[in-house]
């Protein structure tokens, strides 16, 4: 407003403005000039202040989902320089300062570094759970990863626990828990070895076995994946029907790291009629003994002139004929005196004695002992004498 003496003048009819500097912060000038009735001119000094303007960060609320993302807001008349925006998790850092016309808060136009992030998304690898059959081979481990953007992958390893018995093992996923744009947790799962049924097991054939009339217990060969299982360590073994002539069940159980049951049947059979192996029976009907050796020496037979008399031997006067002596190529007369020697008399005993044993042994219930005897006496049979030819052939 502009006054002269007291007097308001108006603008544009006793005068007008003109300004220098008046735009940036700092001292301006305004030129009144007189206009009308109303002449010179006068300058007047002012100054221009800075605005106020502010700059932060985010930091802290982002988090990477594959996009871009702005970390710093800034105000107006700010001079930036560093990243402002970013697609990836990390840390980055902004340089942010007044321009000539604007100032903190605080009044200060000094530049300030501002700090700003991108979090790492959180991802899981969650070991899946597995079974197997006790015997089997191990299943594919594997694991499920939940929180990734996209076509994003992570780096892992899975293992288990030893054993291979019956029971449950820790599968234990593992590997970095940092991967670029994700913290990585890992869950463990478990592998479960269930046992192993005997249900489809081949069991080897024992073969008929002969009845004892006591319990018949054979043992077959159990087979399971190809493995022979041990008796009292992975089965039991039970029986039925296994006394008597017929068909027996065997029944496997399983034990240990296998269950169920399986069955196989095997005939018990009658023994076979057995082969006699005693003495021959005796044939009743009495054969015509071999005469045995006599012991006693053969005389020697007198051979004497056929128209002589009874010579004695060696005394050429006995008799009415002479001793002859044997002669080359001359006719010789013996003659055999038939002689029951005592050898003939023993096998005539020993036939008798055998028949009345063997007539004893026919003897009826209440019969008497002699009376069965008495038919072996009427049916002695007579041992024949040795004939002249059978003498005649022994002295040859």
Not at 106 to 123: M, V
Not at 233 to 258: C, E, F, H, P, Q
């Amino acid at each position: 407003m502009v006054t002269v003496e007291g007097r308001t003048l108006q603008k544009d009819t006793d005068y007008t403005l003109a300004y220098e500097s008046n735009v940036d912060a700092g001292t301006a000038r305004v030129v009144v000039v007189g206009k009308g009735n109303y002449t010179g001119q006068k300058v007047v000094e002012f100054t221009i202040h800075r605005a106020t303007t502010s700059a932060w960060g985010v930091s802290g609320s982002l988090v990477y989902n594959g996009e871009a993302q702005t970390g710093v807001e800034v105000g107006v008349g700010c001079t930036v320089q560093g990243t402002t925006s970013a697609r990836n998790a990390g840390d980055y850092s902004v340089t942010v300062a007044p321009d000539k016309n604007h100032m903190w808060a605080d009044g200060s136009t000094t530049a300030r570094t501002l700090w700003w992030s991108i979090a790492r998304k959180s991802a899981t690898v969650t070991a899946n759970a597995k079974s197997k059959v006790y015997g089997a081979s191990d299943p594919a481990l594997t694991a499920s990863v939940t929180g990734l953007v996209g076509s994003d992958t992570l780096s892992y390893s899975l293992t288990r626990a030893d054993g291979q018995n019956v029971g449950e093992y820790a599968i234990t996923p593992s590997g970095s828990s940092v991967q670029g744009n994700y913290a990585v947790s890992y869950v463990p799962g478990a592998l479960t070895i269930v046992a192993a049924s005997v249900a489809g097991a081949t069991l080897s054939y024992v073969g008929d076995q002969v009845h004892t009339g006591m319990a018949i217990e054979p043992m077959p060969t159990v087979t399971v994946f190809g493995r022979q299982l041990d008796l009292g360590t992975d089965y039991t073994l039970s029986y039925a029907n296994n006394v008597s002539v017929g068909t027996a069940t065997i029944t496997v159980t399983g034990k240990g790291n296998y269950t169920g049951k399986a069955t196989t049947t095997f005939a018990i059979v009658k023994p076979a009629d057995p082969t006699p192996t005693g003495p021959t029976p005796t044939d009743p009907t009495p054969t015509t003994p071999t005469t045995p050796t006599d012991p006693t020496p053969t005389p020697t037979p007198t051979l004497t002139d056929p128209t002589a008399g009874n010579p004695t031997p060696g005394n050429p006067n006995s008799g009415s004929g002479e001793e002859t002596t044997p002669v080359a190529n001359q006719p010789i007369t013996a003659r055999l005196v038939p002689h029951a020697r005592p050898a003939h008399r023993l096998a005539e005993v020993r036939l008798r004695r055998r028949h009345e044993r063997d007539e004893r042994a026919q003897l009826p219930p209440g019969g008497h002992q002699r009376e069965a005897l008495r038919p072996a006496v009427r049916r002695r049979h007579p041992v024949p004498h040795p004939r002249p030819e059978d003498r005649l052939a022994g002295l040859a």
